[in-house]
Structure formats: structure tokens, C-alpha cells
């Protein structure tokens, strides 16, 4: 970090005077180490204090000239911007939290009814040419109907057995037969339909999806991804915002005014243009992004500027003319 930081500013220059940054390692060890520690230990609440300090650390240790960065947003402004953006996110997980509720609730009294028609069924089935099947289903009884009301039924089809032939009793157990294989079979198909994970996932929706399914995944990544950006443009456009609006050079103060619904769109349709052209078009995509920050960032005051470069570059010449003289060397080669 403070080779990179050092790197780019001596290599930028503005009328022919540099920039420098003279941070140190162990100022950079506490900003970039320590301080991030605090986040994991506080569970995320120290995140706005560490985004302050290092931000802090990298503008105060940049020179223009021998003039320094001042960089004085404080600690409770980042929080003032983390609290808005938890704020939101908050009653966006609230809102979906109670919508998801009222959906469940509603699939609860759906499922509710349809078990109370199954029952009902199950305890009122008559097989086909009048012989009376009572099914020992071990259910509570339904509203309206009682043990001793299917005790009697069945009582009643013992008795009515014994009156039967041979060839009827044996047309009667081919029809019990029948009736008990075709309720096999409706049982295994409900136990595989409740091993199926889309109905398990989705529940009685499951049956609209088919054809939807790749469309909705799609709706859903969209989604994440829109939810990233947004949160992101946010977070990029109010702390750039804050650092540069709170940041000083001598008389000279800045302006910036990034705005969110901006970077929404410049990172959605930068992914776009980096996923056709399979991220070819990466440097065009640095520029762009570069360019608006860049006309979105004034210089405010009232200092002159050629004035201000100007005394900068007779102080630092000066500057190297008393450091020779100290050690008593001879700069000049020609």
C-alpha cells in the first residue's frame, strides 16, 4: 500500500509540480491491520470509525508541493451516512419479512383446507356398486360425523356380508382389491411429489413455474445484482462525497458531488458492456468511470493559482539549495 500510494503520487504532477505521499509502514500496518480488526470483533459496528481512519491516513500523508492534504470529516459523519444506509436496508428486510409472513400464513390456511377435504374423503369413501368402505385413517373425525357413526357403518357392512353369495362376496373382495391398490398408488405418488425439492422449495406454486423457472432465476439475479449496485453507489458516491467536501490544500478547498442514481447506471451498464465484449473493453470502462468522477470534483477559494504553484516551486528550490549547502556537495554536473 505505501509503495503503490507513493508510486502514484510522485508520478502525478500538476504545472510541473509533484505530488508526494510520506506515510509510513507502521501507520499503514495500524490503518490497514489493526483497525480492521476492530470490525470483526465489534461485529461490524466499528466499520464507519476504520473507513474514517484510513481515509484519513491516505489523504493527510499526500503533498502537493511542500503543501499537505488536510482531510477533516469526522468519525460521526461516517456513521451519520452507515446509520441511513442501515436504515434502509432494514425496512427493505422488514418489508419482505412481513410479505413473506402473509404468504406463508396464507399457504398454511390453503394446506389446512385441503387436508380437511382429504380427510372428509377418506372418511366417507363408498366403493363403486354400493358396498361401503371405511377407511381407519387414525384422523380426529370431522365436524359432524362421530366414532359411533363409522362403527355403525361398519357393523352394518359385516351384517350385510353375511347375507351375500359366494359370487357376491368374492365381487365384493375383487372390489376392496381394487379400491386398496388404487390407494397405494395415490399414497406413493404423493410421498414421490413430496420428495420433489421444486414443490418442497416452492410449495403449491410449484405447479406455475415450468416453463418460468429460467426466467425467474434470471429475474432474481438481476435482482441481487441491482440490490449490490445500488448499495454500492451509495456508499462510493455520499463517502466521496463527505472525504472531499471536508478536504483542504492550504486556502484551497474541493467540491464533489457524486450522485447515486449516476453511478447506478454507469456500473450497470459498465458489467454489460465488460460482459459482451469479455471484458476487452476493461481500460474503456476505467476512463469512463475516471472522467465523471473527475467532472464531478471542483477546486473552490480564492487563492490564485498560478501564485500558489509558483511560491510552492521557489520554496522547494530553496529548500535544495540549504540541504546541499548542509552536507557541502556540489549538485551542479555541468
Keep these: 500500500m505505501i509503495r503503490g500510494l507513493t508510486f502514484n503520487a510522485r508520478n502525478a504532477s500538476h504545472r510541473v ?43 493527510n500523508h499526500h503533498k502537493f508541493g511542500l503543501s499537505r492534504f ?20 432494514l425496512a427493505i428486510s422488514l418489508a419482505i419479512y412481513l410479505g413473506m409472513s402473509s404468504l406463508i400464513s396464507s399457504d398454511k390456511h ?47 357392512t359385516t351384517d350385510y356380508l353375511k347375507d351375500l353369495s359366494p359370487e357376491d362376496r368374492a365381487e365384493f373382495e375383487a372390489q376392496m382389491q381394487a379400491y386398496e391398490a388404487q390407494e397405494a398408488e395415490s399414497k406413493a405418488g404423493e410421498n414421490v411429489k413430496k420428495e420433489n425439492p421444486i414443490e418442497k422449495m416452492f410449495g403449491p406454486y410449484a405447479a406455475m413455474l415450468g416453463p418460468m423457472i429460467y426466467a425467474i432465476v434470471l429475474g432474481i439475479a438481476l435482482l441481487y445484482m441491482t440490490m449490490i449496485f445500488l448499495l454500492t453507489a451509495y ?82 528550490r530553496a529548500m535544495g539549495e540549504e540541504i546541499a549547502e548542509m552536507f557541502d556537495v556540489d549538485l551542479s554536473f555541468g
Design 235 to 316: 456508499i462510493k458516491s455520499r463517502i466521496t462525497n463527505l472525504i472531499w467536501n471536508n478536504t483542504s490544500l492550504e486556502h484551497i478547498s474541493f467540491s464533489s458531488n457524486l450522485r447515486m442514481r449516476d453511478l447506478v447506471w454507469l456500473y450497470f451498464s459498465n458489467t454489460i458492456i465488460l460482459f459482451l465484449t469479455l471484458g476487452l473493453a476493461t481500460p474503456w470502462v476505467q476512463i469512463r468511470m475516471a472522467r465523471y468522477r473527475a467532472e464531478r470534483l471542483a477546486l473552490t477559494g480564492e487563492t490564485d493559482w498560478d501564485k500558489f504553484v509558483g511560491e510552492k516551486k521557489e520554496m522547494s
Design 70 to 89: 488536510q482531510m477533516q470529516a469526522l468519525v460521526k459523519d461516517f456513521y451519520m451516512v452507515y446509520l441511513k444506509l442501515a436504515a434502509v436496508i
Design 17 to 59: 509540480l509533484r505530488f508526494d505521499f510520506d506515510g509510513s509502514y507502521l501507520q499503514a500496518a495500524l490503518a490497514f491491520i489493526v483497525y480492521p480488526v476492530l470490525v470483526v470483533l465489534t461485529l461490524g459496528l466499528a466499520l464507519p470509525f476504520v473507513a474514517q481512519r484510513v481515509n484519513q491516513f491516505a489523504f
Design 110 to 156: 390453503d394446506t389446512v383446507s385441503v387436508k380437511q377435504q382429504q380427510l372428509l374423503q377418506a372418511h366417507t369413501t363408498t366403493a363403486t356398486a354400493g358396498f361401503i368402505k371405511v377407511a381407519d385413517t387414525g384422523e380426529t373425525p370431522i365436524e359432524g360425523y362421530s366414532n359411533e357413526a363409522y362403527v355403525a357403518e361398519d357393523q352394518s
